[in-house]
């Protein structure tokens, strides 16, 4: 019995069978996707005796009626096509296709997965081309040759795209389930709701853009992240392909976001013949249309040489993009998402020049200069304290830099902890000086662990403790926080 009342099947899985010869391992690929298919999409639905799939599994396809494969299709709820070279060079599987495109009429009934990519210049047949469809393959690093993903060998991985591919099915048969329910006095019982989020009512609603394959389990994560952190997020479901109808959905949603947050990789992705831009890039011409804040990332490991397209690579490498860790970028998100609004203009600090002041003594010198040349390459003024010199020269720099720097970076790592602290009294007594304090005052409490704690506290200075290990992510989250 299915679970959409009406169909004899909840899922038909139209696959060349090709692809589901056994490995090397002795696994069928496609064999296996119906089975952990078949079971998310039971727990997931809370129906373990009501959700059927069908596959010729049996490879008979020589003794069998085409007319009684067809009929199947005519009869499923929804339809998912596993792409590769083999299944766009099969005339049964394009039959299949054209059957159930001309029976259900409804575009949301069609789903699509790709084992692997096609050739350059090959196309799926209309209108699965279009179709957003979820890789299940990447690209090995060394020799870029696209790898199937598979259960055994990326378990990780497989997990996210079955569960992903298994929710958003879910999501349709619930909604068919629903306009087939059966009157109001059966005794039918109902489909369990996912538990409600506690959304944060001041939180900012973040845009979380459409991404390329290589980075599907990045943007899960992202999205994941912000569910829990209570932040509302959308889109709310996939985008349908292809210009018109994907720009117009995206601009929607810009509509009701604050945010704008994508996630970059060495590859351009998909360019629909009418988007010669792609994806990637219409999504960013777009938020830049609306004027939300967009807040871009890739990974600081990618270098320049690695992207050879050249209308990417500027993307990649722009401006707005923040070549930092991952947790770091998602921590960033979270605290824009949630922040207070900005005051109102007559309480707003405008700093214009005004330099961020890095401050340490001789024995720090290393790492000032480190976190200096870090925030230089971010274009934003910055100085470093002058420990050399004539006693009286240095003492009237450093009380000029305490009155009017807009920033403070004070460093206590082999210092001496009395240092520190007359540092920070001799601030206490500059700040009446100043017009304003500065809008960012953080002591980076560096290594060695071991040291006396400064025991002084003063409202509206931060102490960051990374003596365990100043880590390239925490000067990429110190760095990004002082100078944005």
Known sequence: MAFVPGFENDVFISYAHADNEVDVFGDA????????????????????????????????????????ILDNVRGSA???????????????????????????GEPRRLFAIERLPLDSGDRYPDPLDDYYRINFWQRDPADDIPLTVTQRLNSDLYYVLLQKLAEQIRSQLVAMHKQSARPAAAPAASVPASPAVDKDPDAKTVLVAQVTEDLEAEREQMVSYLDQCGIPNLPTDFYPQGSANFQAAVAED???????????????????????????????????EAGVKILQWRSPDIADDAVSDENHRTLLFGEKVAAIGFESFKANVRKLATEPPPA????????????????????????????????????????????????????????????????????????????????????????????????????????????????????????????AGLSPEVVDSVVLELAS
């Open 344 to 467: 109102p203009p007559e309480a707003e600090e405008d700093f214009g020049d005004a330099p961020i002041f890095i401050n340490a003594d001789l024995s720090d010198q290393p790492v000032a200069e480190t976190l200096f040349e870090k925030i230089r390459g971010q274009d934003v003024p910055v100085m470093l304290s002058q420990p050399h010199g004539d006693a009286k020269d240095v003492r009237q720099d450093l009380e000029r830099s305490w009155r009017e720097c807009g920033a403070v970076l004070l460093i206590y790592g082999a210092a001496k902890s009395f240092w520190v602290r007359n540092q920070i009294m001799l601030y206490n007594k500059l700040k009446r000086q100043r017009e304003k304090p500065p809008r960012v005052f953080k002591i980076l409490n560096c290594p060695p662990a071991e040291k006396p704690s400064l025991g002084i506290a003063l409202p509206g200075v931060d102490e960051i403790d990374c003596r």
């Open 29 to 68: 690929w496609v064999d296996k996707l119906a089975k952990y298919l078949g079971i998310a999409l039971k727990q997931r639905l809370g129906r373990a005796d009501e959700v059927r799939i069908f596959f010729d599994s049996k490879r008979l396809r020589a003794n069998h009626h085409l007319e009684e």
């Open 254 to 288: 810009l509509g009701r976001s604050a945010l704008f947050v994508q996630l970059l990789g060495t590859t351009a992705g998909r360019r629909p013949r009418d988007m010669p831009e792609g994806y990637l890039a219409a999504q960013y011409r777009l938020a830049e």
């Open 78 to 104: 929804v339809f998912l096509a596993i792409g590769s070279p083999s299944y766009i060079n099969r005339q049964w599987t394009r039959d299949e296709l054209s059957t159930f495109v001309e029976t259900a």
